[in-house]
């Protein structure tokens, strides 16, 4: 089944946390699988902000090749949800002051972690990407179609989001923007508000993001 780069990207942004499968360096040649939150960066990539002192931390500086699966249970089955595998190399990336912002609006709770010195940011660039969307609805993907996706720099982000702050009703939060959708917090329940298409002018973006927030007003 051809799966698109839209489900996929939809779909990511739609998780908030997934099992991380990395190689153990405790008991050599057997997988071991973490659960832990993470943040899509401007190419759709997961981030993750992890202690060097956790034990997929130690696996990773040791052999970087892991897997992520991203999952959402609908109506409470795991199986009924979508999920995204994506299979590569975890390496640590330098953080800015845009990426950190953004860590801290989709997962505020980060905010103890970045206070200690042992914490730091992991990017895992995939090379195969899996997705099931459904019984019968699956396939496997280059990682490559990710690089030629749309994506919107994080500082632009930031100031568009510094724009609609103004604008966004009381009970509404903007977490993210991409050329695919929008992510929001209402009421401290995350969605994600898709764009009827792929919008890689900024000022064609922020009006779909202003329709999208008037609808909550």
Not at 71 to 100: C, H, Q, W, Y
Not at 190 to 195: A, L, P, S, T
Request: proline share 6%; glycine share 6%.
């Amino acid at each position: 089944m051809q799966i698109s780069v839209e489900s996929i990207i939809h779909h990511v942004h739609d998780c908030s946390f997934g099992a991380l499968g990395s190689h153990s360096q405790h008991i050599p040649g057997f997988p071991f699988v973490t659960a832990l939150p993470f943040v899509t960066d401007d190419h759709h990539r997961p981030v993750f902000l992890i202690s060097k002192l956790a034990e997929h931390t130690k696996n990773i500086l040791a052999n970087p090749q892991g897997s992520f699966l991203m999952f959402k249970p609908k109506n409470g089955d795991v199986l009924a949800g979508g999920r995204v595998t994506m299979v590569g190399e975890i390496n640590a990336i330098a953080s800015d002051e845009n990426l950190i912002a953004r860590y801290r609006r989709y997962q505020p709770e980060a905010d103890d972690y970045l206070a200690l010195a042992d914490f730091s940011f992991f990017c895992l660039e995939p090379r195969a990407i899996r997705m099931i969307e459904g019984f019968g609805q699956m396939g496997w993907l280059d990682a490559g179609i990710l690089k030629t996706a749309g994506s919107l720099d994080l500082t632009v982000e930031a100031d568009l989001i510094q724009e609609l702050a103004t604008e966004q009703p009381p009970h509404v939060r903007v977490l993210g923007l991409d050329p695919y959708g929008m992510d929001i917090e209402i009421k401290e329940q995350r969605e994600r508000q898709r764009f009827p298409e792929v919008l890689l002018d900024q000022n064609a973006l922020a009006q779909a993001a202003r329709r999208i927030l008037q609808n909550f007003c």
